[in-house]
């Protein structure tokens, strides 16, 4: 195995985890639900009833004002896209399908299933992670 | 109440994702790219990320209300079928391909980035493809039964 020494960040990698970890928590203790994105953007698109509707919408709202705040204060790390617009199509809708038919994406099921010690998603984020690393191996190594 | 603390909770996800790399697709699929040059930094995010969650669910464990008094809301299916795999299978598929989560993409969409505007317009579109696949089989059933 070739480790890529330049680019590997372990502690911003961590602290960030942490953070993630947080933010679970503070959902989980203060709200009582689980931070899944994939289903808190699922149940939107179901029009939930009322008072379901607001936190939902104010938990998204702060992701995407995340990197706002943080360009104020910092200079916001690069997020870069390296693929084509039809795979990066393509990739949107197997992610939006796939968590939703998964009922969990990596929040849901890696982060706060795996704290609860769910067998269910511990399955989910082996298939998953499994997944992603078998498309890369055959995108950036098969038919490269 | 519960819709500050739930914007608090977003942006200290978004602030985690961006300052992991979880926020950058190429560092992402650097990870899985387990036959190429391996960064191993998202098992570190995973790691941290676990580590705070297992403590805050033990701490919950037993309770029916959260601090603010909400109900307390947890997933209650166990079962592992088909479906699960499937879908996880699918969504696995999809990471692999731009390396974006539902997360990532909402940081992406915040940072300004068009080509993150177009993933989520298109994980949206995929969200909606399932909501309809669900929505037929009752339509049906309201048919048969008119």
């Known amino acids: 195995m070739n480790i890529d020494w330049i680019n590997f960040t372990p502690y911003s990698a961590l602290a960030g985890g942490l953070l993630v970890g947080l933010a679970a928590a503070l959902m989980l203790l203060l709200n009582g639900r689980i931070a899944g994105i994939s289903g808190i953007v699922g149940s939107l698109l179901q029009r939930p009833r009322g008072g379901d509707f607001g936190w939902r919408i104010a938990f998204l709202a702060g992701i995407v004002a995340a990197p706002l705040l943080y360009s104020l204060v910092a200079l916001l790390p690069e997020g870069r896209i390296e693929t084509g617009w039809g795979p990066l199509i393509l990739s949107g809708l197997l992610v939006g399908y796939g968590t939703r038919l998964g009922s969990g994406c990596s929040s849901g099921h890696g982060v706060c299933g795996l704290s609860r010690l769910s067998g269910r998603s511990l399955v989910a984020t082996l298939t998953f992670m499994g997944a992603a690393f078998l498309t890369v191996f055959v995108t950036r190594h098969l038919f490269a | ?146």
């Open chain 2, 1 to 146: 109440m519960n819709v500050l603390t739930a914007l608090l909770a977003g942006l200290v996800l978004g602030f985690g994702l961006i300052v992991s790399g979880m926020g950058n697709p190429s560092k992402v699929l650097g990870f899985f790219d387990l036959a190429g040059a391996w960064d191993p930094s998202l098992a570190f995010v995973m790691a941290g990320a676990i580590a705070v969650g297992v403590v805050a669910f033990r701490l919950a464990r037993g309770r029916t209300r959260s601090l603010l008094g909400e109900a307390m809301q947890l997933p209650r299916a166990q079962d592992i079928d088909r479906r699960l795999v499937v879908g996880s299978a699918l969504f696995g598929f999809g990471w692999g391909i731009a390396g974006i989560c539902p997360g990532a993409g909402f940081v992406l969409l915040g940072a300004g980035s068009t080509q993150g505007a177009v993933f989520m317009l298109a994980m949206l579109a995929g969200m909606g493809l399932f909501q309809l696949q669900q929505m037929r089989p009752q339509a049906a059933a309201c048919a048969t039964n008119a």
